[in-house]
């Protein structure tokens, strides 16, 4: 088949088995590196708000994506809650397995901010998740965080 052919089923193109070893380090950079420590000793979120535009981003940013101005210096808190903005239910692990309990990964849009996050919602069937419901985090336990995104155990509806 050429490159430029298109398929026309799904099952044409296949997939193979196999595994990439990778070591890597990610920087989070200043922004980032305080709002996981923020999370870690004190299970809460902070922002950033741009100088000159206003946009708002959690997590926070040191400059903004829209004007290039810098963000504000000092971070503010915000809520830990959202919205869901949007979500899926997975059946399957990562390694094609069936899940007896499936899980819901969502993309939480977080309350006075223009941001949101990644992560799962717990405490609810999947039947009962819906666009626009309201989502609060729960961290876990002070001890177990080690200053990144899985010290969110998951968030759940909230009130
Ligand atoms: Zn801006």
């Known amino acids: 088949m050429a490159l430029i052919e298109r398929l026309q089923k799904n099952i044409d193109a296949g997939n193979r088995r196999g595994e990439i070893p990778m070591n890597y380090v990610y920087t989070a950079g200043r922004a980032l590196d ?7 000793d004190k299970g809460e979120f902070i922002r950033a708000k741009c100088t000159n535009c206003n946009l708002v981003y959690l997590p926070p940013r040191i400059y903004c994506e829209r004007c290039f101005s810098k963000t504000e210096e000092k971070y503010v ?35 006075n901010s223009s941001g949101g996050l990644l992560h799962w919602i717990g405490e609810v069937e999947p039947e009962k998740c819906y666009i626009g419901m309201p989502v609060q985090a729960v961290f876990k336990p002070k001890k177990d965080r080690e200053g990144g995104i899985l010290d969110i155990k998951y968030f759940k509806p909230s009130t």
Request: hydrophobic share 35%; proline share 5%.
């Open 34 to 40: 305080e709002f996981f420590k923020t999370i870690r």
């Open 77 to 111: 808190n915000v809520p830990n809650k959202g919205i869901i903005h949007t979500f899926t239910v997975c059946h399957e692990t990562y390694q094609e397995e069936h899940k007896d309990t499936p899980s819901i990964v969502a993309l939480i849009k977080m309350e």
